[in-house]
């Protein structure tokens, strides 16, 4: 085997990951824009800020647990890298415990990967998960690094262990268009912006709209059943991807390939949603449409949530399909959907709106329609129509345009946020319909409780289905001064898994288990014939146990997780 | 425990079940009426009978391998029958080897389930299941027992292993209704009829209607990963799934009930499919809708298969949604889509359309949509215009409206044309549309050159999606004098084998594996970690290896199974 150009440079294959650790990202002037909007309506609406949570700089990593040896053997295969940098890079995912601990704001941090490697082939893939299964190194998968559950973080077996982030953006691009078929191969580590670029040279799109929509990738998506914003016109991901390559130690597993078959049990519905712990995904075959040419724009306001949302579901049922549809409750509409906060005009009309049905319940709905010409806006129109024979007042196109044009500024506007001294956090479930409403009102009191009077729990429905549809909640408090910066988050998260599995609703409806959801899948899956499954497949891909340790349903790690929400009250007088 | 009011008289729990082993059932005077125009069509075309294949009468069983004790064990949970008339009931499905087997027509036949049980709980079924997992008995569950490739085929790990079926229908009816979600709680042996009707008074419908619809049942549907003819407007059956419960011998696996999740790889998916391998599916969440207030009938003629392939490919990539779209190639449509012949105003029409256009390869559409008042007129107004703008030729709405009422009597004239000397089967795929067209003539011209030039291959697209589409052929040939009536059903199933698995096709798009089809799937999932992993996922569930034997990947039997098609040419001389 030809030795590829190694090199141990950082800023080579790595460079420009290096300086969004403990943050979302760069943020632009929208976004800071937003954030002080945010602060200020905060403040106004009674939440001061606390402690703030500034970056402490890089944390950086001591020495690498990575032998010689085994340095050399992952060489051979990928560029390879145990500079402390790029280690520090690959260790923290985007969730609220992760950007503490890369702050250095959490006592006990997040013990860092022991190395970084980048395959650039499927057969290379397998060779570095066949050299890691031999020399009992563990290995963590990762692509654009936006999980919000812990889904990267890098556990260990034994406090000795080494592991091994295996960066995937190696893996990029369109490797191939079936036309006539409207299917693309594609690499698992292609970022979401240059996956659409290069599909828009066809005039294709895949339209797999997550917020985190720049900051990941098709192996991520399909690794946690990711849903974009436009689930109602493409579907979730589960319904966009055809097919997929999962690398194993012993070899390449290629899955699916067909519109639809009767051929047994699904293999890729079980790699789907497999949070990198059976393997790693090398690329998929992913289900296109034509580039819609149009989008139409309505915004409508309701009396109440419960009316928003009974809309919302006739709308789903009818033959009429918007790409976009979500009700805001009355917390989220008063803050006018955050992302229209810095609009004043905007802010004005939905405020002037939501005064004339009742201000306190008012509930703020964004339709969003794609298409050919003539088609968006019949379907918009069709849309809007039904929305309102269901109550809904519209109030133009405005807010609905200033939510997509600000649709990704919200997680940045999260570290300015940190910064001031707000704890602010997303979470999310799905449930049936008929559940919904109680289900809504149960999880905004008990994460109010939790969280405290000063504190802000606002929620919106974002994606519906016939039978049910998700609940998005964003909460924000103060951080207490002194003590554990997560202890309320933590009580919060444990409040709400509480409600969540008392109602059936799901554990998490798009963002995954990663570690912070382990224990909670594992209570809903105990031992028995399930959990058995479900560990079998795992062994069958994975009998090493290399892949992705403590995700999922997977407890055997050295350690307490950073971003593991305990579900038992810890006892009197421990942290 | 109590014991059920166990007896043995087949004529109470079984009597109406009794009477129709080796045919579909009693055909009624349509059914004749259309046998009897198929045959002469046939010859008249150049496909004379064969040697007759009647029905010889059961071919009853020697006695139950079944012990006293086991018996006993069983009876304590189930109403049990050793009684030879019932055995011989439940150990046939309905394909072409099976209909042979049970009118002794094959030398080697088929070795009888041992014994019949009726649960009537899913604890039953879980009792039952763990009694035969101790006492080293092969379990097969039988729902409507109309699997056309071996699903329910009895065989053994040795031949002294005693095997048997599981009466499905004990588990029946519709226990609960989830109105605001749309969600039906439904015994997994529930035949389609009944599910409807009791769906009815809710003025709901699942909508799953596949040609087997009188004699399946969810369970079944479920198992086999079916797909009915509306699956253009409902989804298949695992679209319709929500969750569903699981019977094994440790206990009940409830899984799903969610509109959607990102809760880790769905079990749900890896149960759908499995053929009874498992466990005993008990009961399920299905996804119903309104039932719809009106159809709408359109036929078409189109100058080619290619062109209506394309006419269809567009519409369902359309924002249009019909119920039912098909198409025919020129063969199926010089027989007037088999359903139409008996009408000579219908077979007129077509006849006189697909003149107009060059006779030979003329291809009927079929599209029906179904929807409230006004909706179904709307809908199938607007996918008939768009077949329109590809080429379609309306002829009216008879054609369509004929196919409709005649959909089901198809099966009932297999048995008229076997007892005429017909040797009749159909077969089916699916493939992406960039390969479609190909393997409609690769097939047909393999088809026909196995079963030798009087003969009938005639195909149609039956399900569609945005990228791909099935094909279903129907087959027909004299059954040649003396000798092994299936030899040339062995040598067009292998046939069709190699052009399937060369193009990347499916080995069934709705009809399942079975025993029929599992050598092929198991060429597909060669040793490796894929095949470890459906291995790893049965074992967990089914550790002793008591559930269904020789299905899907499952090679590990005594003796050949009558279905199984033999993927190697027989050495010469042998049979």
Chains 1, 2 share one sequence.
């Not at 949530?305 to 579901?313: M, P, Q, V, W």
Request: overall charge neutral; some cysteine; hydrophobic content about 40%.
């Amino acid at each position: 085997m030809p030795r590829p150009a190694a090199t141990r440079r950082s800023d080579e294959a790595w460079g420009p990951r290096l300086g969004r650790v403990g943050s979302w990202g760069r943020a632009g002037s929208d976004a800071l824009h937003l954030a002080r909007t945010l602060i200020e309506e905060l403040q106004r609406q009674g939440v001061p800020p606390g402690e703030p949570l500034p970056d402490r700089g890089p944390v950086l990593p001591g020495d690498s647990r990575l032998g010689d040896d085994a340095r050399r053997a992952l060489e051979r295969h990928a560029v390879t890298s145990t500079d402390p940098a790029v280690r520090y890079a690959f260790s923290y995912g985007k969730s609220l415990p992760d950007l503490l601990a890369a702050r250095g704001q959490l006592p006990d941090g997040i013990d860092p990967v022991d190395a970084v490697v980048r395959p650039t082939t499927a057969d290379a893939a397998c060779a570095l998960l066949a050299s890691c299964a031999a020399d009992g190194i563990a290995i963590v998968p990762v692509g654009g690094g936006s999980s919000v559950v812990g889904g990267i973080e890098p556990l260990r077996r034994n406090p000795d262990q080494p592991v091994v982030a295996i960066d995937t953006t190696g893996l990029a691009g369109v490797h191939g268009i079936d036309e006539g078929s409207l299917l693309a191969e594609v690499g698992a580590g292609t970022y979401g912006p240059r996956l659409e670029q290069e599909l828009g040279r066809w005039q294709l799109t895949l339209g797999h709209i997550p917020q985190s929509f720049e900051q990941s990738t098709p192996g991520g998506w399909i690794a946690a059943r990711s849903s974009g914003q436009q689930s109602l016109l493409v579907g979730r991901i589960e319904d966009l991807t055809a097919g997929l390559v999962l690398a194993t130690a012993d070899g390449l597993v290629t899955v699916g390939g067909l519109p639809a078959a009767s051929e047994g049990p699904s293999l890729l519905e079980a790699i789907l949603g497999s949070e990198g712990t059976m393997g790693l995904i090398t690329s998929a075959t992913l289900r296109v449409r034509p580039r819609p040419a149009r989008m139409h724009f309505s915004s409508l306001v309701f009396r109440s949530f419960g009316e928003a949302a009974d809309a919302i579901r006739a709308l789903v049922r009818s033959g009429t399909r918007p790409a976009i549809v979500r009700a805001s409750d009355a917390t989220e509409t008063a803050f006018s959907v955050f992302g229209a906060l810095g609009d004043g005009n905007v802010r004005a009309v939905v405020e002037r709106a939501a005064r004339s049905t009742g201000y306190d319940e008012a509930a703020l709905v964004t339709c969003i329609s794609a298409g050919g010409h003539g088609e968006a806006q019949q379907v918009g129109s069709a849309a809007e129509a039904l929305l309102r024979s269901h109550g809904g007042r519209p109030i133009g196109s405005r807010p609905a345009r200033k939510w997509y044009a600000s649709r990704f500024l919200q997680p940045y506007a999260r570290d300015a946020l940190l910064d001031a001294g707000y704890l602010i956090d997303t979470l999310e479930t799905s449930v049936r319909w008929s559940r919904l409403e109680r289900l809504h009102d149960d999880l905004s009191n008990a994460l109010r409780a939790a969280l405290g009077e000063r504190s802000l729990v606002a929620c919106h429905i974002s994606h519906a289905y016939p039978d049910g549809a998700s609940l998005y909640f964003t909460l924000a408090a103060p951080v207490p001064a002194g003590g554990d910066p997560l202890e309320r988050w933590h009580a919060a998260k444990q409040a709400a898994a509480a409600v969540i599995s008392a109602a059936g609703a799901a554990a998490s409806h798009h963002h995954g288990i990663g570690s912070m959801h382990a224990d909670i899948l594992g209570q809903r899956i105990p031992d028995g014939p399930a959990r058995r499954a479900h560990q079998s497949l795992r062994d069958a891909l994975d009998p090493t146990r290399t892949c992705n340790p403590g995700k999922l349903l997977d407890g055997d790690v050295a350690g307490t997780p950073v971003n593991r929400v305990r579900l038992q009250a810890p006892p009197p007088g421990a942290r």
